[in-house]
């Protein structure tokens, strides 16, 4: 299956920890890659290769993987955090999750 | 620094043809792979294709069939997108998206999008 599931949205105060998860078959055998997008923008890469953090991404952005799903942790959620977040994966053909909404409340 | 232009919005009729360019800059062109990735409005990504510049070997979502062409210029350093038989539902934002290595398996930069409207 070429599927990437992930929760419509998820809400954390302030400083609090958000814990956005990516599932799927093919994850088991493929990193996973994730990004940002705030609204009127274009996508950025924060989260590479399962765990990996591209130069110029806030140490509060983490990554982690088990099994066919993985997590995207952002710790001491800010307010400019609030965003549309992709998990993404690839074997040949590319494939986006559907995205989860991040409400900062 | 790695960048990738993109060109205005566009509106286009049902049944024609879009070409969309993606002019690279800050990296090399030739040891590059471009993605094709479409948004439409209060949508999901959804990836269209990708081109490896050096070899020009591409590879497409099997949604788009025959309707799609990716290619490159290597003098000008720039990746095109062509779209066939455009409908109402190819409205969407058009991004290229770029690795510095050839590799294709996620994007490292991301281009500021071309609108496409599709409207008769």
């Known amino acids: 299956s070429d599927e990437l599931t992930q929760p419509p949205s998820v809400s954390v105060s302030p400083g609090q920890t958000a814990i956005i998860t990516c599932s799927g078959e093919e994850l088991s055998v493929q990193s996973a890659h994730w990004y940002q997008q705030k609204t009127g923008q274009a996508p950025v890469l924060i989260i590479y290769k399962d765990t990996k953090r591209p130069s110029g991404i806030p140490e509060r952005f983490s990554g982690s993987s088990s099994g066919t799903t993985v997590s995207l942790t952002i710790s001491g959620v800010q307010a400019e955090d609030e965003a549309d977040y992709y998990c993404q994966s690839a074997a040949g053909r590319v494939f986006f999750g559907g995205g989860t909404r991040l409400t900062v409340l | 620094q790695m960048n990738l232009e993109q060109s205005g919005p566009e509106v286009k009729r049902p049944g024609t043809s879009l070409r969309v360019p993606c002019k690279t800059s800050g990296f090399s062109f030739g040891n590059s792979a471009i993605h094709w990735v479409r948004q439409a409005r209060g949508q999901r990504l959804e990836w269209i294709g990708w081109i490896v510049a050096g070899s020009g070997r591409t590879n497409h979502a099997q949604k788009f069939n025959d309707r799609v062409l990716i290619s490159r210029d290597m003098s000008e350093k720039t990746a095109y997108l062509e779209l066939t038989s455009l409908r109402s539902d190819d409205t969407a934002i058009y991004f290229c998206?770029?690795?510095?290595?050839?590799?294709?398996?996620?994007?490292?930069?991301w281009g500021t999008g071309t609108t496409v409207i599709v409207s008769s």
């Open positions: 998206a770029a690795r510095s290595d050839s590799k294709i398996d996620y994007m490292e930069v």
